[in-house]
T-cell receptor
Framework: GAGVSQSPSNKVTEKGKDVELRCDPI?????LYWYRQSLGQGLEFLIY????????KSGLPSDRFSAERTGGSVSTLTIQRTQQEDSAVYLC??????????????FGPGTRLTVL | AQRVTQPEKLLSVFKGAPVELKCNYS??????LFWYVQYSRQRLQLLLR??SRESIKGFTADLNKGETSFHLKKPFAQEEDSAMYYC?????????????FGSGTRLQVQP
């Protein structure tokens, strides 16, 4: 089947605008992750959804960032009042989470966000 | 706190030479370690994980708990190995499955 998909692939916005980034995980994967890949910052964790559990939001850099996952599938990452330092590639990943086992995370192609 | 350190930003070798990409970690519990690779214009993908103890594309990595290291090795580098390599840690034992990544090492294999 298809892998993780993300849209849009590129987004250019003006400082102060809100943006929404979408992630479609692999069907059947119960875990969904958002990461950010910035120049000079490497890959950093943002938020993690697992089934019906409360999401792990410990990586969100500020309250301008939020995410939701509807119906245990599609997820949307929202950035309000974007700042230039939000410019990065936003990666989504999903995994199957086998009981007691190690799970491989499958990554999407990313959304490149540029804030002017 | 968990942390992954990859001391080299760039590693350049000639084809056929041995390769070792260094990775050190700090974690208070029992971690799961991974190597992910990103080839040019491709998405990030898993290369190998320590619990599998397998060799993928000629690469191996051994978890050394005493030295808190998980170095990636290959005896003879190939040009197609040129890519960005990320070491990552997951605290699955604590329920934290999100990955903590190192800053990455770019491997350039010259002909």
């Amino acid at each position: 089947g298809a892998g993780v998909s993300q849209s849009p692939s590129n987004k250019v916005t003006e400082k102060g605008k809100d943006v929404e980034l979408r992630c479609d995980p692999i069907s059947g994967h119960t875990a969904l992750y958002w990461y950010r890949q910035s120049l000079g910052q490497g890959l950093e964790f943002l938020i993690y959804f697992q089934g019906n559990s409360a999401p792990d939001k410990s990586g969100l850099p500020s309250d301008r960032f939020s995410a939701e996952r509807t119906g245990g599938s599609v997820s949307t990452l929202t950035i309000q009042r974007t700042q230039q330092e939000d410019s990065a590639v936003y990666l989504c990943a999903s995994s199957l989470v086998p009981a007691g086992g190690s799970d491989e995370q499958f990554f999407g192609p990313g959304t490149r966000l540029t804030v002017l | 706190a968990q942390r992954v350190t990859q001391p080299e930003k760039l590693l350049s070798v000639f084809k056929g030479a041995p390769v070792e990409l260094k990775c050190n970690y700090s974690y208070s519990g029992s971690p799961e370690l991974f190597w992910y690779v990103q080839y040019s214009r491709q998405r990030l993908q898993l290369l190998l994980r320590h619990i599998s103890r397998e060799s993928i594309k000629g690469f191996t990595a051994d978890l050394n708990k005493g030295e808190t290291s998980f170095h990636l090795k290959k005896p003879f580098a190939q040009e197609e190995d040129s890519a960005m390599y990320y070491c990552a840690l997951s605290g699955i034992g604590t329920g934290r499955r999100a990955l903590t990544f190192g800053s990455g090492t770019r491997l350039q294999v010259q002909p």
